[in-house]
């Protein structure tokens, strides 16, 4: 095998900066992967680039059933996903107002809410951890239930850079199947330097109208196709 092939094949070890793909095609995750792995205290075996990859596109938890990183298998981005134990719900530990379950077979809790007048649901997380250049997207998982009150109220969908301008809308889930999971886009931006920091996105109503059938599943930080 000839040199450049061979620097072309091979994969460093968990200590060094980047695996590269073999002589099949497998391309090579980005680079910055390990510095999250290590940010969190997970290690990773990197010493077959095909099985690595693998692993990296179905996902890793970096915090057990809460925060998930994988990479797009498309675009070879970062992603994350957020779990509803991750983000911060306003009375989410009171079961009067939201009650948690555990989906079969996945071990993962989602928040139901019951009842509450003030909606308030966010997330945070650091872009640093972000494919820079890159158009990202964040939506939420969610589910309509028939609940005891209103599920197609309007509510706001806000982007909180640190250093830059709010990004909000306005929407409701009208017309949202019942008992299925869908996607709702909360927003979308290019992560370019006046992006870089932390990021806050999140679900608010605040109004004294009770409000009820709504599951919440995840938040998902991924490119937008």
Sequence with gaps: MGRNQDE????KDSKGKEVAGNSRGITRPPLNFLAIFKNYRITIDTSCPDE???????????????LKYFVDEESKKNCFM?????????HGGEEQYWEW???????????????VSWLDIKGNFRTINL????????VFELKKFDGEFNSDFNFDLIIKPQHSKALTRTTSLEGKPLEKWFELVVGEF??????VGNMEFGVEKHDWHWKSGVVVKCAIIRPKK
């Design 52 to 66: 690595l990859c693998r692993r990296l596109y179905a996902g890793v938890f970096l915090k057990p059933n809460k």
């Design 101 to 115: 379950e555990t989906l079969s077979g996945e071990g993962i809790e989602v928040a139901k809410l019951v009842m």
């Design 131 to 138: 494919s820079p250049g890159t158009l990202y997207e964040i």
């Design 82 to 90: 957020l779990f509803a134990r991750e983000l911060t719900i306003r």
């Design 190 to 195: 290019r992560m370019s330097p006046e992006y």
């Design 8 to 11: 072309e094949t091979r994969g």
